[in-house]
């Protein structure tokens, strides 16, 4: 048996650079299911310190609501990843839901980082636990990924991160996400994220993980956003970073089941009661085929429908 992954609202995810302070009140009266301050890409080497410093004052200092809420740290492979979890669980409260590490591509990164947490909660008495989100977007990690999802009791959510990944593989763009014209058939575009996209969900799942799907640069393209998160959600993702706040609407949308879905699976629940009262497992609604399997496909949407509202 898979363990669920904790009930949490995810759709969507909006990275915050934590070198822009103005910003964080804006993220924190959205609508973004989770938000996580980033101290890692979004800032210059030059400006560690002080994102970190702001990030640590903004946990506590204002009110997150309800959201997931995370830091994203820098890489074990530099030198800030020490200082920016001491600072952030010796410091900054029991609000922060999730450390955020970029880059795994070990599952020992995940044990080294489990220890190194556990010693500074057991020292500074923290009272509450932080959970992980593994960013994967190294071609290491994404070969690593199962390893890395099950390497800590703490771990809660994989993130693809698609700009580190297509460097790391070598793909040739320079765009955030969506699709490559050059990545076609004779029929159309296809998706050049879909075997990491799958990998990330499977492992995910696998270890009862919510799997975040990776951003989509192009925050001016409303469409392409939308028709990258309707694959996303197709795969199993959970939900889907943002690196805008003018994306996070879309994303909250495509990733809840519409009234449509819910009548649906709420039809099928009828139906394959019905047929458990005539004593029978597989049955025809609709000239298609129902059996025990629909109740968990039928379930498993009235469940994120009703976590949503
Ligand atoms: O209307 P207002 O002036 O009050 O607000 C602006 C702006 O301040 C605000 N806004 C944001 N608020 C919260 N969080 C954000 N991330 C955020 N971005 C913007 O929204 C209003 C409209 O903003 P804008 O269209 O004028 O946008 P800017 O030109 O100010 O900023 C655009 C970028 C893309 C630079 C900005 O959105 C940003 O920095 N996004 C996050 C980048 C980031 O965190 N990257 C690292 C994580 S993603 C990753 O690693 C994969 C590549
Ligand atoms: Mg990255």
Do not use: C
């Not at 509450?128 to 959510?157: D, F, M, Q, Y």
């Amino acid at each position: 048996m898979t363990a669920a992954p904790l009930a949490r609202l995810h759709r969507s995810e909006l990275a915050v650079p934590a070198i822009r302070p103005e910003l964080f009140p804006k993220a924190a009266a959205g609508l973004a299911d989770a938000v996580f301050l980033d101290l890692e890409d979004s800032v210059p080497e030059a400006e560690k310190d002080r994102a970190r410093a702001n990030a640590v004052a903004a946990l506590a200092g204002i009110d997150w609501g309800r959201k997931i809420l995370a830091v994203r740290v820098n890489g074990q492979d530099t030198p800030h990843f020490y200082k920016d979890v001491i600072a952030l669980l010796e410091a900054a409260g029991d609000r922060l839901d999730v450390i955020m590490i970029p880059k795994v591509g070990d599952p020992r990164e995940v044990f080294a980082a489990d220890l190194l947490f556990s010693q500074i909660e057991a020292s500074a008495g923290r009272a509450r636990r932080v959970g992980l989100g593994l960013v994967i977007e190294t071609a290491k990690g994404l070969a690593n990924v199962e390893a890395i999802a099950t390497a800590s009791p703490r771990n809660e959510s994989l993130h693809l991160g698609v700009a580190d990944l297509a460097a790391s593989l070598g793909m040739r763009t320079t765009a955030i996400g969506g699709l490559n014209p050059d990545y076609a058939s004779p029929a159309g575009l296809l998706d050049p994220w879909h075997f990491a996209v799958s990998r990330v969900i499977t492992a995910g799942r696998a270890a009862g993980l919510r799997p975040i799907d990776g951003p989509y640069g192009d925050f001016r393209d409303a469409e392409g956003l939308e028709a990258a998160a309707r694959r996303g959600r197709a795969l199993g993702a959970e939900g889907k970073m943002v690196i805008h706040p003018n994306q996070v609407a879309t994303l909250n949308t495509a990733f809840q089941p519409d009234e449509k879905e819910v009548v649906q699976a709420r039809r099928v629940l009828a139906a394959m009661e019905a047929a458990r009262l005539e004593g029978r497992a597989a049955v025809a609604l609709d000239g298609k085929l129902l059996d025990i399997a629909s109740i968990r496909q039928a379930e498993a949407m009235v469940a994120k429908a009703e976590r949503a509202a």
